[in-house]
């Protein structure tokens, strides 16, 4: 049996990255023949207990598993304890407490590590994942999602002089979205035909850090003084108003850009069959997943060369673009237009790159677990 912490997932009304994982890891692991059980935080009793059965129908949004799926049972001991979620902030119990819990009840205590980037941020965000990386290094497992951020944790304990008892693995994430199948290049029905415009499909909540006003910097400057044969469909919700604001000023100086707020998994493998190639200019990445999901669809890829996880340089179908610098983006857009053949080569090598499924990935997770002594 495996409790899973879901106390943001099963109210958040989004499907941000970490939600993804959620939801994908808890399908699969429902689907594999595990008892599943829900656990939120009672700040109150300061204790874990079960979601609400009106939760579990959030949860079961975006590929998540069935909103009767769960089971609510306190786990045996040797069960395990699942942490996908960020256990950080001021609406979260400590890590001490967590790991407390799981020695009262001899469960095993499994967390995922996606990544160190709040700590750049400063403040009270550096503070409180600091805090929350400490805490992982009483784990019994913590599943890094890349050899990066495996280094990225391991550095930190050793800075801070921590105790570490837990064991570090790398497991790196998947790339199917899940309900879909995976799209390999079929050379009857190429990805780009030839008919201008391209279309370019940007999936990342709208905040500073994904980079929006540099691409829309890009599109003015090729609009005005070169060519811009270009579409742009944005998805994602709007975590920061002031990228909104920016979207709304290139709209009104007639870029060629639309913005869907809130898609659902069908509209977003519509969007990906749509598209000609993605693009994701972030200045820093976490795993990176939408990369990844853009080469599950088939689809070609325009990235930062500043991704935490990834090595872009490393993965087939995958253009480096120097997303620092929006005339660099500009660059880049300008040889994709001189040069769209290249849409479909790339489109070729990504259907000759293995890519794992949730279930592939639950199977490795539920492996590792076992060995835990």
Not at 307 to 316: C, D, I
Request: net charge neutral; glycine share 6%.
């Amino acid at each position: 049996m495996i409790g899973l912490y879901c106390h943001h997932t099963c109210i958040f009304k989004k499907n941000t990255g970490i939600q993804r994982c959620f939801r994908s890891i808890a399908n699969s692991i429902y689907r594999s023949g595990e008892k599943i059980v829900p656990f939120v935080w009672n700040f109150d009793s300061s204790c874990l207990e079960f979601a609400s059965k009106n939760s579990c129908e959030n949860l079961s949004l975006w590929g998540g598993p069935p909103y009767d799926a769960w089971t609510f049972e306190i786990p045996p001991p040797g069960s395990t304890l699942l942490i996908i979620e960020l256990i950080s902030g001021p609406y979260h119990p400590s890590q001490a407490r967590i790991v407390d819990l799981a020695h009262e009840f001899r469960w095993k205590l499994v967390g995922i590590f996606h990544d160190a980037i709040p700590i750049q941020w400063g403040g009270d965000s550096k503070r409180f994942h600091m805090n929350y990386m400490s805490g992982l290094a009483n784990y019994d497992l913590v599943l890094a999602t890349s050899g990066l951020t495996k280094c990225d944790l391991e550095n930190f304990w050793n800075a801070n002089h921590l105790d570490v008892n837990a064991q570090l693995d790398i497991l790196t994430l998947p790339a199917e979205i899940p309900g879909s199948t995976r799209i390999l290049f079929n050379p009857s029905r190429p990805v780009f035909c030839g008919y201008f415009p391209i279309k370019l499909l940007f999936v990342g909540s709208l905040e500073p850090r994904k980079n929006h006003l540099s691409l829309f910097k890009a599109m003015a400057w090729l609009k005005a003084f070169e060519q811009l044969n270009i579409d742009l469909q944005l998805v994602g919700w709007a975590n920061d108003q002031r990228v909104v604001e920016e979207l709304v000023r290139a709209k009104k100086r007639d870029l060629p850009v639309r913005w869907n707020h809130d898609t659902s998994d069908d509209e977003l493998l519509k969007y990906y069959e749509a598209c000609h190639l993605t693009i994701f200019p972030s200045l820093q990445e976490g795993f990176g997943l939408p990369v990844m999901e853009s080469l599950w669809m088939g689809r070609p890829c325009l990235t930062g060369a500043h991704l935490v996880s990834l090595r872009p340089t490393e993965l087939p179908g995958c253009i480096v673009i120097d997303s620092t610098n929006w005339k660099e983006i500009a660059k880049s857009l300008i040889r994709i237009q001189k040069q769209p053949a290249q849409i479909n080569l790339l489109a070729k090598e990504i259907s000759l790159y293995p890519l794992r499924s949730w279930a592939q990935y639950v199977n490795e997770m539920l492996e590792r677990i076992s060995c835990i002594n």
